[in-house]
């Protein structure tokens, strides 16, 4: 049984016999079939993975999942995946998303990308494109550098895989200054995509920090360590589409904001299914702000985060 399947047997197994779900409800919340969740529970009792009590390695990222819908009840879902060896976090997080996705997505859905390393592997992860379709629209602007990363790169192959198109932000994500930045939302075309971005019925987003070792924006040139001491000296602790935010996730008042091509994130905050992928010890400060903003409304993260994220939100701070 390879990991995708062991996953969602394990899942199922635990939501039926633990949680005590009927198969109808675990068929609507995961959005597969009731017959293939009957069939799927009988698979986890004949391998052995349903005996007295579920034994996988899956079981204490199930318990923190519960723990963080409870600490944060607006969340739709969360996906927490056991946390992988130093150096594979995006490698893990990425067929993590692209297993998610691969569930949800229905033909002809709007999805709306943003950029980044994890990004960049959800896209390089997908196997099973079983819907057609798909529209993909950018929610910023592109790099000038590390064109792998580049949301019209991750756009592209999205929409290569799924049969569909993508439509962009045609300008660079962060512009010389505030008047250029209007110029180019300004433009015709890129109105007409930050339009369609509004209406993705779902929609996929990296969560950044303000440490310049990890930092997208810092890596690529676009602000360099003086701005980034700035914003941890105002409290940022992270950002979505280079916008950022303190650790209550209150927005930060900076100048930046006023050079950055893409869509507001009070925006973001008001669309239905905004997907945060993002782990690391590193990031835990980071998604909690967002979480805390409501900037996500799905989750999907590593085991050691996600009770790192529990336990600082139960200490409050």
């Known amino acids: 049984m390879h990991d995708d399947e062991l996953e969602l047997v394990t899942r199922i197994a635990w939501l039926h016999f633990i949680e005590g779900i009927t198969q109808r409800e675990i068929a ?17 009792q004949k391998t052995g993975i349903v005996k007295i009590s579920i034994t996988s390695p899956y079981r204490s990222c199930f318990e923190v999942e519960k723990k963080l819908r409870a600490l944060f009840p607006f969340l739709q ?40 390393r994890t990004l960049k592997q959800v896209a390089s992860s997908i196997r099973h494109a079983t819907v057609r379709n798909l529209r993909f629209v950018t929610l910023v602007g592109g790099l000038t550098s590390s064109a ?9 192959k999205l ?58 924006y810092a890596l690529t040139g676009f602000i360099d360590y003086h701005e980034l001491e ?11 589409v280079g916008q950022f935010y303190d650790l209550q996730g209150r927005i930060v008042d900076t100048p930046l904001h006023g050079r950055t091509v893409a869509i507001p994130l009070l925006d973001i905050k008001a669309m239905h299914n905004v997907i945060g992928i993002a782990g690391g010890m590193n990031k835990a400060e980071a998604i909690l702000g967002a979480l805390r903003g409501g900037y996500i409304k799905i989750l999907i993260t590593d085991e050691q985060t996600a009770f790192k994220i529990a336990e600082m939100e139960e200490k409050g701070g």
């Open 148 to 156: 792998s990363l580049n949301p019209y790169t991750i756009g592209e």
């Open 77 to 116: 879902d969360v996906l927490v995946v056991p946390s992988p060896v130093q150096g594979e976090i995006f490698d893990t997080l990425g067929r993590a998303g692209a297993w998610y996705l691969e569930r949800v997505l229905r033909d002809g859905d709007l999805v709306g990308i943003a950029w980044g």
């Open 159 to 216: 929409a290569s895989i799924f049969e569909g198109e993508c439509y962009y932000l045609y300008a660079p994500a962060v512009v010389e200054n505030e008047e250029v930045r209007n110029f180019y939302l300004n433009e015709r075309i890129n109105r007409k995509t930050l339009e369609l971005a509004r209406q993705a019925k779902w929609s996929l987003v990296g969560i950044g920090t303000v440490d310049a070792r990890y930092s997208i």
């Open 230 to 240: 700035l914003l941890r000296q105002k409290g940022a602790v992270g950002d979505i």
């Open 28 to 44: 609507h919340h995961l959005r597969i079939s009731q017959p293939k969740v009957a069939r799927l529970i009988d698979k986890a």
